[in-house]
């Protein structure tokens, strides 16, 4: 009686070593795109904190106008216009801070610039393959 890995109705051996190869090919060009969309996610966080940095160093470079506007305000006169650029200079202080801490945390976020999703899985696979 022939075994059914045997039978021609099926493909025998040469049938499931095509399948098998078809499998592993369609694996491994999902794990490459799924490595893909890791780095792309990764890259954009990175994008996105580098801008926030630089933003806070512009943010920054008007506080430095602002606070030195108020100590020539300051050293002019002793009025409320002295206060109020002195508000504005500390609200920029503020601003600035929060935008390096946001930077911060995104560049973090993304780095370090690997798949490490993907690199997980092919390793999974590979180890079952050997199976």
Do not use: Y
């Amino acid at each position: 009686m022939p075994t059914p890995a045997a039978e021609p109705s099926n493909g025998g051996l040469r049938g499931a070593v095509r399948r098998v190869t078809d499998h592993a090919s369609a694996v491994a060009k999902l794990e490459l795109e799924l490595a893909g969309l890791e780095l792309k996610k990764k890259a954009t966080s990175i994008g996105i904190g580098i801008g926030l940095a630089v933003g806070a160093a512009l943010v920054a470079f008007f506080m430095v106008a602002f606070l030195l506007a108020t100590i020539a305000a300051g050293l002019a006169t002793f009025l409320p216009t002295w206060l109020a650029l002195l508000v504005v200079t500390l609200f920029l202080g503020l601003l600035a801070a929060a935008l390096v801490l946001l930077g911060r945390n995104r560049i973090q976020k993304g780095s370090p610039l690997a798949p490490e999703q993907a690199i997980r899985e092919a390793k999974l696979t590979s180890e079952a393959l050997r199976r």
